[in-house]
């Protein structure tokens, strides 16, 4: 049984794409508590995503590193923290294809450093008090690939990584089990699909197909496009993760997902068509794609089984993909003052450039 009303906030990894959405979700539907972000502020991570927050009396940003275990301690003792929740990640599997490395230190290093200090300030410490939560953020890229037939991911289906990345995040998954199992640490997991929303960094599919077309680039698909991801709004995960805090089981994992498979090429055919609708061109948007040399290792299908996260605790997403995926091009067209200074020499030299035509 959950006994925790969350109250004071930890939020790690707050300035990237879902964390930054987590963090306004919870300030405007949970105001007068406390709310503290860190963040070392990697290529994904920008300040900017938290205009509005920064200026309320609950919230406050840390500039800093997970791995920083004396920081983490101190944060969680001076704020009085209850509730620690964990987005912070190298998150991208095409550059943990090109440099696994980070994704050991920040993903499982980082994790463990993480759970190392809130042992010693919940569990050991002298301000050892029942009342605490660890939430970890996870993906369900953790269970494998699924071939056409298969049923959806359960939180029962066995882990079987195939990215570096993913392999990254399993492995931090069971190191948050083990502090429940051998501590007592009050966590919980949660292992969601492909997000979608705005501020979301324009690495991922599709941000960077809307930024491409407003500069007229074309649109890459990985291989022959047929390979099938389970699109999330961010916001549904939010409110996922909302319930889970405030109702979830301690040392239980929880999938959440959007209930909308979509095979790659149909995602980017449908934001062609939105594109069509709100930037209307002499010819359709859908010219600009090109099938490109696929990802290695590409993991050809996820989906989610949600009936635990909706039988539990009433979850209902209400997103439709194809409303979600309007609006979201919709927020990237009014917001170019986000997304323009992210096009910098560096972002410029990774995207578009991994596995070529
Ligand atoms: P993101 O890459 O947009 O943001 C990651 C954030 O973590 C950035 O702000 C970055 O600065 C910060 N960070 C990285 N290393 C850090 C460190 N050592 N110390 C402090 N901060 C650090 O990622 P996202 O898409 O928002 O994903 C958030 C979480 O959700 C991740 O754990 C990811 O594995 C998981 N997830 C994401 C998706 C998705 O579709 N985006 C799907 C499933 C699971
Ligand atoms: P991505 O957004 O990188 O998320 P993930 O790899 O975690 O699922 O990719 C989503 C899907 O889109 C994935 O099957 C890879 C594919 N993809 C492309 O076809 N072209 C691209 O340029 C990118 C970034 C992804």
């Not at 105001?31 to 994904?44: K, N, S």
């Not at 007229?216 to 549904?236: A, T």
């Amino acid at each position: 049984m959950n006994n925790l009303t969350p109250k004071r906030l930890l939020v790690t990894g707050g300035a990237g794409f879902i964390g930054a959405n987590f963090v306004h979700y919870w300030l405007q539907n949970h105001p007068g508590g406390r709310l503290v972000v860190l963040d070392v502020l990697t290529y994904a991570g920008n300040r900017a995503s938290l205009a509005g927050a920064e200026g309320r009396p609950e919230f406050r940003f840390v500039h800093g590193d997970i791995r920083d275990e004396a920081l983490v301690e101190r944060l969680l003792r001076e704020e009085g923290i209850d509730t620690l929740v964990h987005f912070a990640a190298e998150s991208h599997v095409d550059r943990s294809i090109a440099g696994p490395g980070a994704f050991i230190d920040t993903n499982i290093v980082g994790t463990h450093s993480l759970l190392k200090a809130a042992r010693a300030v919940w569990l050991d410490g002298d301000e050892s008090r029942p009342g605490h939560r660890f939430h970890h953020v996870s993906t369900d890229e953790v269970y494998g690939s699924l071939g056409p037939n298969d049923p959806a991911f359960s939180e029962t289906t066995p882990y079987a990584p195939n990215s570096p990345y993913s392999a990254s995040k399993a492995a931090s998954d069971h190191l948050v089990r083990a502090y429940h199992h051998t501590y007592g640490l009050a966590t919980t997991i949660s292992n969601c699909s492909n997000n979608y929303g705005p501020l979301q960094f324009p690495e991922k599919l599709i941000p960077l197909c809307i930024l491409n077309l407003l500069d007229g680039k074309p649109l890459p698909i990985y291989g022959d496009g047929q390979n099938v991801r389970d699109w999330l709004h961010v916001e549904d995960h939010c409110h996922g993760i909302e319930l889970i805090l405030e109702s979830g089981r301690v040392g239980e994992t929880y999938n959440v997902g959007g209930g909308a498979e979509r095979t790659n090429l149909q995602v980017v055919e449908g934001l062609c068509a939105v594109m069509d609708e709100l930037r209307p061109e002499d010819s359709p948007h859908a010219r600009h794609i090109e099938f490109v040399k696929d990802r290695p290792g590409h993991d050809r299908r996820y989906a989610i089984d949600e009936r635990k996260l909706r039988g539990e605790l009433g979850y209902t997403p209400v997103h439709s993909f194809e409303g979600g995926l309007k609006e979201t091009v919709a927020w990237y067209l009014a917001n170019e003052v986000w997304w323009r200074p992210i096009l910098s020499g560096e972002y410029r030299e990774w995207v578009g450039c991994q596995y070529g035509s």
